[in-house]
Every structure is written in C-alpha cells, then in structure tokens.
C-alpha cells in the first residue's frame, strides 16, 4: 500500500460548482492528490466537483463525506504550494469581467422593483391614451349628426341673409 501524502491545512475560501450552481467553500486542507473542505451542500460519495480558487481550479471525485465535511480525490496532481501562495487581491478579476463586484441582493431587488413600476406606469399610460382617443371618436360621432344639422341652418340663414355671415348687423 502507498505511504499517505503529507496534507497541509490551508484554511482559505473558494468557490464550488456541482453542477450547475456555484457555492462558497473553504477548503481545509490539500495534499499531492486530494483536499478536503466545507461545503454547505450535501454531497454525496460520487460526485464530481470543481472549486475554483483564483486561477487555480481543482476538480476531484468525493471519496467521504459527513455533514458539511468531505474529501475529494483530485484528477490531477495538485501543486499545494501555488494554490497555498496565491493571494486575492481586490481586483482578482478585469474590471469589466461580471464577476469583478459581488451583487447585492438589495441591489438587484431595486433595480427589478423599479423596472416593474416603469412596465406598470407606462402601460397604465398606454391604456389611458387608447380611453382617450376611444371617448374622443365617440364624442365625435354622437355630435357629428346634430353639428351636420346646425351648420346645414346656418347655411340657410346666411343664404337668406349674407352679412349675418360677417358679423354685420341685420338692415
């Protein structure tokens, strides 16, 4: 049987993906083919899982697990003083990258809020011009009949009398 490689505790986060979401992670420790670390999923001996830690990625199979513990053994061999050095700065990644700020909760909730209230506002306008327009067609078809008739008297009027047209007194 071969001799168990050395494992040192490292202690630092990182991030897991089984699947399709990613999770926070800190992983525990880290030998030549393994690392153990603390997940709050429930894993189960099996599957695979990549964390993701900087620009180190360590991809393994979870040999145990109990509780929020497990141990994974890596498909390749792991380099434990690069993973152990790296350090994150504040700007672990380019600006324009979408992980380069962490999102809010709150944030996102406003900027959805918003948006519905400017969908609700804009279609409650919609409506209220379309009502208006209707209620003008039908103000304009009711008086369209009786407007027909005045101007038809008065027509007869101004032909009985020219200047009554002009505003002119009657002689």
Same mark, same amino acid.
Request: aromatic share 6%; net charge positive; with cysteine.
């Given at each position: %049987? &071969?001799?168990? $490689? +050395?494992?040192? =505790? *490292?202690?630092?986060?990182?991030? %897991? &993906?089984?699947? $399709? +979401?990613?999770? =926070? *992670?800190?992983?525990?420790?880290?030998?030549?083919?393994?690392?153990?670390?603390?997940?709050?999923?429930?894993?189960?001996?099996?599957?695979?899982?990549?964390?993701?830690?900087?620009?180190?990625?360590?991809?393994?199979?979870?040999?145990?697990?109990?509780?929020?513990?497990?141990?994974?053994?890596?498909?390749?061999?792991?380099?434990?003083?690069?993973?152990?050095?790296?350090?994150?700065?504040?700007?672990?990644?380019?600006?324009?990258?979408?992980?380069?700020?962490?999102?809010?909760?709150?944030?996102?909730?406003?900027?959805?809020?918003?948006?519905?209230?400017?969908?609700?506002?804009?279609?409650?306008?919609?409506?209220?011009?379309?009502?208006?327009?209707?209620?003008?067609?039908?103000?304009?078809?009711?008086?369209?009949?009786?407007?027909?008739?005045?101007?038809?008297?008065?027509?007869?009027?101004?032909?009985?009398?020219?200047?009554?047209?002009?505003?002119?007194?009657?002689?």
């Amino acid at each position: %049987m &071969r001799p168990r $490689a +050395p494992r040192i =505790d *490292v202690q630092m986060p990182g991030r %897991m &993906r089984v699947g $399709a +979401p990613w999770t =926070d *992670v800190v992983i525990l420790n880290v030998s030549e083919r393994g690392f153990r670390f603390r997940s709050p999923m429930v894993l189960q001996r099996g599957h695979f899982v990549e964390i993701r830690r900087g620009p180190h990625v360590l991809v393994g199979q979870i040999r145990w697990a109990t509780g929020e513990c497990c141990g994974a053994h890596a498909d390749t061999v792991l380099n434990v003083n690069t993973l152990k050095s790296f350090t994150p700065s504040k700007r672990a990644y380019p600006s324009n990258e979408r992980r380069a700020r962490r999102r809010r909760v709150e944030e996102t909730e406003d900027v959805v809020r918003w948006l519905s209230r400017l969908i609700e506002f804009s279609s409650l306008g919609i409506v209220g011009l379309i009502a208006a327009v209707m209620a003008a067609q039908i103000v304009d078809s009711a008086l369209a009949a009786p407007m027909k008739q005045v101007r038809a008297h008065l027509l007869i009027g101004a032909n009985d009398n020219p200047a009554a047209l002009d505003g002119s007194p009657e002689k």
